[in-house]
């Protein structure tokens, strides 16, 4: 069946502008899980939905970032005046039970 | 803060020995621990995961232990192979959250020819 899809696959954009990053999850799955994975480390939580539930924020470095799920289903990960350290790849993830299936990641370089 | 804490950070073997990978979480709570596997360029993937009711689990030529007292568990994989070579995270639901995962900061494994 059909995985957690991501688009862009990459994503080249100028210091200072925005970029949105989307997510599609698996079918079903009722939570998304928003990653960052800098070269050569490991994953840094982001943000996570559950449902109709409100969103943990917790992870989100500054409030240039936002994401949102619509319909429970699709998500956007939004950052705003991307800076240099916002280069990085962004995974999503989906699940409907423990086990997180990852989607293939958006390289995000900001120049 | 609560966090999960993984060691080696790079481990190299000759193919056909064993590697063992160790992480430690920092809350009690936590109940549930996969081991991801992610290959160069490629996304993570669910190789094993233990839950906090049993101390071992094997699945061919990997297993994983938890010390649920010592708060640690360990990744094993035996008569490695060169496609074994990958960067290895585990995680634990700390606070005993449904879902929600706390990374390592993972293992990069080179298994030589």
């Known amino acids: 069946g059909a995985g957690v899809s991501q688009s862009p696959s990459n994503k080249v954009t100028e210091k200072g502008k925005d970029v949105e990053l989307r997510c599609d999850p698996i079918s079903g799955h009722t939570a998304l899980y928003w990653y960052r994975q800098s070269l050569g480390q490991g994953l840094e939580f982001l943000i996570y939905?559950?449902?109709?539930?409100?969103?943990?924020k917790s992870g989100l470095p500054s409030d240039r970032f936002s994401a949102e799920r619509t319909g429970g289903s699709v998500s956007t990960l939004t950052i705003q005046r991307t800076q240099q350290e916002d280069s990085a790849v962004y995974l999503c993830?989906?699940?409907?039970?423990?086990?997180?299936?990852f989607g293939p990641g958006t390289r995000l370089t900001v120049l | 803060g609560e966090n999960v804490e993984q060691h080696p950070s790079t481990l190299s073997v000759q193919e056909g020995d064993s590697a063992v990978i160790k992480c430690t979480y920092s809350?009690?709570?936590?109940?549930?621990f996969p081991w991801y596997k992610q290959e160069l360029g490629k996304r993570p993937q669910l190789i094993i995961d233990?839950?906090?009711?049993?101390g071992e689990k094997k699945d061919q030529r990997i297993a994983v232990t938890l010390n649920k007292t010592a708060k640690h568990f360990s990744l094993h994989i035996t008569e490695t192979q060169p496609e074994d070579s990958a960067v290895y995270f585990c995680a634990a639901n700390l606070g005993g959250s449904a879902r929600q995962l706390t990374f390592g900061s993972g293992t990069q494994l080179t298994v030589l020819p």
């Open positions: 233990i839950r906090s009711n049993v």
């Open positions: 809350d009690s709570a936590s109940n549930y």
């Open positions: 939905f559950q449902g109709n539930s409100a969103p943990d």
């Open positions: 993830a989906s699940s409907l039970e423990a086990e997180q299936f």
